[in-house]
């Protein structure tokens, strides 16, 4: 057997950590980005079918936007926002959907509450919580509940890789052991010890080391028969470069495929998602059809 290479140690000091996981402050025009984004969404919401705020649990968080494809049956992506789990919504990231609508997939995009207003764990079963809701109305929205894939950027890339990790059965009796059966993380934050070291951060996320081992995917096994697309933009953070050979050292031979996007940053490598061109929306294609990317 092929003995794989382990990922590098993160930096140890404060600064260091701020350096590599502060995207946005090395991107010069982020700011522009997220309002090219906004705009972008807000269109679509205008002159797409879109069902919007659709409620999945009790709290007004709790919430998905649904972009149904036109034929009957189709995968559903159920894409999780970025923004370090305290920031954005998913009114910023509508125009993700069309070039997957077109091509044959419907797609949801949850909201959840946002670090520190609640608990990273209440977080993640929000997640959890949306996605045994969409499995339990699949007949409802018209769409496959055996071709569910989750996908997310940076702390919704963690998310995603979360739910390949997550034991259904506990979350309730009707569920299948492998309610998603593949994920797409994309800049994902998949060991959160040294994020929840990082200054800029870790007041809102309050982990201590046992909760971040605890909440970080590269420290548990993915149900059985899943696997993960982990991509990560060439001109991003070694750290985040870390983060995605982690996970794929980390879980079985096999179950993480690592893809670097030449020329990309921590938003552009987003932006190729919905690039009808580009190698990553192909393989998200792929992953929702069930072929090999």
């Not at 910023?92 to 909201?111: K, N, T």
């Not at 998602?273 to 929702?288: I, K």
Request: charged share 20%; with cysteine; glycine share 8%.
């Amino acid at each position: 057997m092929k003995r794989r290479t382990p990922a590098p140690s993160p930096p140890r000091d404060p600064a260091g950590l701020d350096r590599e996981y502060n995207a946005r402050a090395a991107i010069p025009d982020s700011a522009g980005i997220f309002a090219r984004w906004a705009d972008e969404a807000a269109s679509v919401r205008r002159r797409a079918t879109v069902l919007c705020d659709i409620a999945y649990g009790d709290t007004p968080a709790e919430q998905l936007d649904f972009f149904p494809a036109a034929a009957p049956g189709a995968p559903l992506f159920v894409f999780l926002h970025g923004g370090y789990w305290r920031s954005l919504d998913k009114s910023h990231f509508s125009w993700l959907a069309p070039p997957l609508v077109e091509a044959g997939i419907s797609v949801a995009i949850p909201d959840y509450a946002l670090v520190p207003s609640v608990t990273m764990e209440t977080l993640v079963r929000q997640v959890l919580g949306a996605h045994a809701w969409l499995y339990r109305h699949a007949s409802r929205y018209d769409f496959d509940r055996r071709r569910i894939v989750s996908g997310g950027h940076s702390a919704g890339g963690h998310l995603a890789a979360m739910m390949l990790c997550a034991r259904w059965k506990r979350w309730g009796t009707d569920l299948p052991h492998k309610l998603v059966r593949a994920g797409l993380s994309i800049s994902g934050l998949h060991d959160l010890a040294p994020v929840a070291a990082a200054p800029f951060l870790a007041g809102d996320l309050r982990l201590d080391a046992p909760a971040a081992r605890r909440l970080s995917p590269a420290a548990m096994p993915p149900v059985p028969g899943t696997r993960l697309l982990a991509a990560v933009g060439q001109l991003e953070s070694g750290e985040f470069h870390r983060q995605a050979n982690l996970l794929a050292a980390a879980w079985p031979a096999g179950a993480v495929e690592v893809l670097e996007l030449p020329g990309r940053h921590h938003l552009s490598v987003l932006e190729a998602l919905a690039e009808r061109d580009h190698r990553l929306h192909a393989a998200t294609l792929a992953l929702c059809a069930g072929t090999n990317p």
